[in-house]
C-alpha cells in the first residue's frame, strides 16, 4: 500500500504517468471498495486524513468512461462509477432503492433504507442509513449510528486536504439534520430533528451558568437542537442560525431503543 501511495501522489503531480499506472489507482479503489483502505481513520491523536486516498478518487474519475448501467429493464442509468454488488456476502441489508456507489464500504450489519451513500464514504457495524438519508462522498459513519430520514451528510473530495464529515460511534441523528464541510459529531451526540451544522455555524453549549461556544465539532453525549442567534447588519438586528447544546446523555438513555425518550425529556422533535 506504500508503494502504491508512492505511486498515486507522483502521478498526482504528473499526470502524464497515469496512463502508465492505472492500476495502481484501480488497486487503491478496490481497498476502499473493501475497506482495508479509508479516506480518514481514528488515531491516538485524533483523526488522520489519507489525502492520497482522494487523490486516487479523483484520478479514478478521470479513467472511468461514461456508460450506461441497467437494472432489470425499466432502470437506467449512465454514469462512470458502478454500483456496489453482493450485499448478501457482505452482511448488509440494502431495501429497494438503496443505492451505494463502487468504492464506498459498509460494515457488516449495516442497514440501508431507500438511500445513497457515495464513494469514499464508511459505513461502520450496525448503523441504520434511513429513508432518503444520504451519505456523501468521503464521509466516515461509526458503529451503531442511526441517520434518521432525510439527513444530509455532505460529501467532499477537493482539496484533497479537506477534513470531511465525520460522525462518530452511537451518534443519533435526528430527521432532516444536514451536516456539512467537515464538521465531526462526537460520541453518542443527540441530534434533535433540522440541525444543520455548518464550518461556521455556532455550537453553543447553554446547559451551564455561562454559554461555552463551539464550531465545527459537537462534544460526546452532547444533545443538540437548533437555535438562532441576534447579528448586526447594516439593514439591522437580525436571528441567524445556531446549534444548542442543552445537556447531555444520561445512562438511562444510553439504549438506541430510548434515544427519541432522551430527545423528548429535553422537549426535543426527533
Not at 115 to 133: C, I, K, R
Request: proline content about 5%.
Amino acid at each position: 500500500m506504500i508503494a502504491t501511495q508512492e505511486i498515486i501522489e507522483k502521478i498526482w503531480e504528473d499526470r502524464s504517468l497515469l496512463n502508465d499506472n492505472k492500476q495502481k489507482v484501480l488497486d487503491a479503489m478496490e481497498w476502499l471498495d473493501k475497506g482495508k483502505l479509508r479516506v480518514a481513520e481514528p488515531t491516538e491523536s485524533g483523526w488522520k486524513v489519507n489525502e492520497w486516498a482522494k487523490k486516487a478518487i479523483l484520478l479514478y474519475f478521470g479513467i472511468m468512461e461514461m456508460r450506461t448501467i441497467n437494472i432489470c429493464d425499466e432502470i437506467e442509468f449512465f454514469d462512470k462509477i458502478p454500483l456496489k454488488k453482493d450485499y448478501e456476502s457482505q452482511g448488509v441489508r440494502a431495501v429497494p432503492h438503496a443505492i451505494a456507489r463502487y468504492g464506498s464500504f459498509m460494515e457488516k450489519g449495516v442497514v440501508l433504507m431507500p438511500s445513497y451513500v457515495n464513494l469514499g464514504a464508511y459505513v461502520g457495524e450496525g448503523t441504520m442509513v434511513d429513508t432518503w438519508a444520504t451519505v456523501g462522498s468521503c464521509a466516515q459513519i461509526g458503529k451503531h449510528v442511526h441517520l434518521s430520514g432525510g439527513v444530509g451528510i455532505g460529501g467532499v473530495l477537493e482539496p484533497p486536504q479537506a477534513a470531511p464529515v465525520i460522525v462518530e460511534d452511537g451518534a443519533f441523528l435526528g430527521s432532516r439534520c444536514i451536516i456539512v464541510e467537515g464538521v465531526k459529531i462526537g460520541k453518542e451526540a443527540v441530534l434533535g430533528a433540522n440541525v444543520v451544522l455548518t464550518a461556521s455555524t455556532k455550537i453553543i453549549d447553554i446547559s451551564g451558568e455561562k454559554p461555552i461556544e463551539y464550531k465545527g465539532y459537537v462534544p460526546e453525549r452532547s444533545v443538540v437542537i437548533p437555535g438562532s442567534i441576534p447579528k448586526e447588519f447594516p439593514a439591522g438586528t437580525f436571528q441567524v442560525p445556531c446549534a444548542l447544546i442543552i445537556g447531555k446523555r444520561t445512562a438511562s438513555t444510553d439504549l438506541k431503543t430510548s434515544l427519541n425518550n432522551a430527545l423528548r425529556d429535553f422537549g426535543v422533535s426527533v
